[in-house]
């Protein structure tokens, strides 16, 4: 079992910056990649971003492409997403959650087996 745990979240004007943090711990030796993904009520989870944990490469929604860097600090087990020019269509529960297969491979909700409880961005116009 791996536990994750999201932080980093709040409200920011349209156009700031918001870096969220996700620390895991656990089981860490199933995490291959690390993925973020965003809800709003009445909608299915979004793909926002994954990394790979070994080597760094990352994955981002066409969506938000441009305006975001994932990162990770194998030290800490931790990963970071940084978000800028944040638009309020970016207003969601952000969750952080891990998954056991290669990078590629991780890109639904399906793929990913632990979650985070998600912390809440709010984007004001």
């Known amino acids: 079992q791996v536990q994750l745990v999201e932080s980093g979240g709040g409200l920011v004007q349209a156009g700031g910056s918001l870096k969220l943090s996700c620390l895991f711990s656990?089981?860490?030796?199933?995490?291959?990649?690390l993925g973020w993904f965003r809800q709003t009520p009445g909608n299915d989870r979004e793909f926002v971003a994954a990394?790979?944990?070994?080597?760094?490469?990352?994955n981002y929604a066409d969506s938000m492409k441009g305006r975001l860097t994932m990162s990770r600090d194998n030290a800490k087990n931790t990963i970071y997403l940084q978000m800028s020019s944040l638009k309020p269509e970016d207003t969601a529960i952000y969750y952080c959650?891990?998954?056991?297969?290669?990078?590629?491979?991780?890109?639904?909700?399906?793929?990913?087996?632990?979650w985070g409880q998600g912390t809440q961005v709010t984007v004001s116009s």
């Open positions: 990394i790979a944990w070994s080597g760094g490469s990352t």
């Open positions: 656990g089981r860490t030796f199933s995490i291959v990649a």
């Open positions: 959650a891990a998954c056991p297969k290669i990078l590629r491979w991780c890109s639904r909700p399906t793929d990913f087996r632990s």
